[in-house]
């Protein structure tokens, strides 16, 4: 089992910048890729970032590349994003996820049906 608890949420203005966190627990070792994704309210849920916790390889979505940071600290178990530049268009509920699939050729996953494991999501509210 894998536990995912995020925070740093909140509401900010446009070109503001946030970082969520994502604190990771449970079984140790037992992820190999993380990602962020984000979800307003009857849309589908959106891919934003990812990670292989390993190689430290990063995938970004096509909305927020150029803007948003992937991390992670390992000793801490952590996971970020780094969200700078922010739009009323990233406003969403923000979700860490956690795949225990070891990705092949080392690739990112980007669709939300290969995580395992998601945490209880963090509101990000963008005002213009």
């Known amino acids: 089992q894998v536990q995912l608890v995020e925070s740093g949420g909140g509401l900010v203005q446009a070109g503001d910048s946030l970082r969520l966190s994502c604190v990771v627990s449970?079984?140790?070792?037992?992820?190999?890729?993380m990602g962020w994704f984000r979800q307003v309210s009857g849309k589908e849920r959106e891919f934003v970032a990812g990670i292989v916790w390993s190689s430290g390889r990063t995938s970004y979505g096509d909305s927020v590349k150029g803007r948003f940071t992937i991390s992670r600290d390992s000793a801490k178990n952590t996971l970020y994003l780094q969200m700078n530049s922010l739009k009323p268009g990233d406003t969403a509920v923000y979700y860490c996820?956690?795949?225990?699939?070891?990705?092949?050729?080392?690739?990112?996953?980007?669709?939300?049906?290969?995580?395992?494991?998601w945490g209880q999501g963090t509101q990000v509210t963008v005002s213009s």
């Open positions: 449970g079984r140790t070792s037992a992820w190999y890729v």
């Open positions: 996820a956690a795949a225990t699939t070891r990705p092949m050729f080392n690739v990112v996953f980007t669709a939300d049906a290969e995580f395992d494991y």
